[in-house]
């Protein structure tokens, strides 16, 4: 049912420290430090995060951001120590296309 693919997505939902959170190797996009930045820091420290990050895990116990760089820097600036995000269980080549089709949809806002 769709309450049960809503529930299974909530598990998936967990703050998880940012000290445990590895970039996307080779990402692409630049994270500024620029006025949008610090508006998100401000929404971010006044609401928290709203849309959790996307992230992979890795074998070692560690996660790899496929998606919310924006957020994780914000969540860093702001003096946070976790990022709220949804762990998927993705290829490297499912991430990639993820991250890509991710940053282009932000870009279209």
Same mark, same amino acid.
């Given at each position: 049912t769709q309450?049960q693919?809503e529930?299974?997505k909530?598990a998936r939902?967990?703050?998880?420290p940012?000290?445990? !959170? ?11 430090d620029?006025?949008?930045m610090?508006?998100?820091v401000?929404?971010?420290k006044?609401r928290?995060?709203i849309?959790?990050?996307t992230v ?5 116990g560690?996660y790899e ?5 924006r957020?994780?820097?914000a969540?860093?600036l702001a003096g946070m120590?976790?990022?709220r ?5 993705l290829?490297r080549?499912?991430a990639t !296309? ?5 940053n ?6």
């Amino acid at each position: 049912t769709q309450e049960q693919r809503e529930e299974a997505k909530l598990a998936r939902i967990r703050d998880i420290p940012i000290e445990l !959170i590895d970039s996307f190797p080779d990402h692409p996009f630049k994270v500024r430090d620029d006025e949008d930045m610090t508006q998100l820091v401000e929404s971010i420290k006044e609401r928290g995060v709203i849309t959790p990050a996307t992230v992979r895990p890795k074998d070692d116990g560690r996660y790899e951001l496929v998606s919310g760089h924006r957020r994780k820097r914000a969540c860093e600036l702001a003096g946070m120590d976790t990022l709220r995000c949804e762990v998927v269980e993705l290829t490297r080549d499912e991430a990639t !296309i993820l991250m890509v089709e991710s940053n282009f949809q932000r870009s279209q806002i």
